[in-house]
């Protein structure tokens, strides 16, 4: 699986996921976004929910790994998000 694979899937399902998870906004950072991932990497998300709860965020995660077959590791976008970690990943993001 590429980066452009998790992309198109995440844009294709994003319409489903805001009605079934309430998914406002979803990114992908981290090794799959840099094109450096190994056959171990899992699949870092930045993902900002209308109605964030732990059910939300446990069954969009369950739901994703799922679908797509990989470990999937979900960070909700939210206020009191360290700035220091939003930089660092700003230059790869890749939004649906």
Do not use: C, T, W
């Amino acid at each position: 699986m590429e980066r452009i694979d998790i992309i198109g899937f995440l844009r294709n399902e994003k319409e489903d996921l805001k009605k079934k998870f309430g998914v406002i906004s979803i990114g992908l950072f981290g090794s799959f976004a840099k094109g450096n991932q190994q056959h171990e990497s899992d699949i870092d998300l930045l993902v900002e929910l209308s109605e964030p709860s732990f059910d939300s965020l446990a069954g969009l995660q369950l739901h994703l790994e799922k679908k797509l077959g990989k470990s999937v590791d979900l960070v909700r976008k939210r206020k009191g998000l360290s700035d220091r970690f939003l930089k660092r990943i700003e230059r790869d993001i890749q939004y649906a």
